[in-house]
């Protein structure tokens, strides 16, 4: 007889997640795992693989929640300046909110993986690939509309604007006042008038 599974996969995944998005990698051992899900080893191991197939789902899961949710505006055929916007409005909220306490997933990865591990690194560097094209979008919407200025370089720009990103996220992690964080938001905004 077949055994049925004793738990919600999805749920184990978000818990996981969870604990590496705070941990990181190296930090979380599989006992981490097996204690913060109240999954055994053997179940983890069964439909996710091992502690580095975990991750990669962790990752893809976070990518398809808040990936989704930030960049998804940016790459609406209609986006213009105010997806931009509301790209760090969000942001800010998130931060407000407590959610982006550990910062971004997807950025802790990058720092602690580097260009260390492949496929690790790729699925980070396709999120910021993903996010840049999603500005580059945006932007060049936004100067056809004329709702930036006219001589916007929009490759630098996006860059600009992910790099700010990645710094909001730092800052988020780092326990920076929220007041910092607003200004920094505000001033890189600037740079659209």
């Given at each position: 007889m077949v055994r049925l599974r004793e738990f919600d996969p999805d749920e184990a995944l978000d818990k996981a997640m969870g604990l590496f998005w705070q941990k990181g990698y190296a930090e979380t051992s599989v006992r981490d795992l097996v204690q913060h899900t109240g999954v055994a080893h053997a179940g983890l191991y069964s439909v996710f693989g091992g502690k580095r197939e975990i991750y990669l789902a962790a990752l893809d899961r976070y990518d398809s929640i808040y990936g989704d949710r930030l960049i998804g505006p940016l790459e609406k055929k209609c986006a213009g300046r105010a997806e931009v916007e509301g790209f760090f409005e969000t942001v800010l909220n998130v931060v407000k909110s407590?959610?982006?306490?550990?910062?971004?997933?997807?950025?802790?990865?990058?720092?602690?993986?580097?260009?260390?591990?492949?496929?690790?690194?790729?699925?980070?560097?396709?999120?910021?690939?993903?996010?840049?094209?999603?500005?580059?979008?945006?932007?060049?919407?936004?100067?056809?509309?004329?709702?930036?200025?006219?001589?916007?370089?929009?490759?630098?720009?996006?860059?600009?604007?992910?790099?700010?990103?990645?710094?909001?996220?730092?800052?988020?992690?780092?326990?920076?006042?929220?007041?910092?964080?607003?200004?920094?938001?505000?001033?890189?905004?600037?740079v659209l008038d």
């Open positions: 407590g959610q982006f306490g550990n910062g971004c997933f997807m950025c802790n990865t990058a720092v602690e993986f580097g260009n260390q591990d492949g496929d690790i690194e790729k699925k980070a560097m396709r999120n910021i690939d993903r996010m840049t094209a999603g500005f580059k979008s945006a932007l060049r919407r936004a100067k056809k509309k004329g709702e930036v200025r006219s001589d916007l370089n929009v490759s630098e720009t996006a860059s600009f604007l992910v790099n700010t990103f990645y710094g909001v996220a730092v800052f988020s992690r780092a326990k920076a006042p929220s007041q910092t964080i607003q200004q920094t938001v505000r001033l890189a905004l600037q």
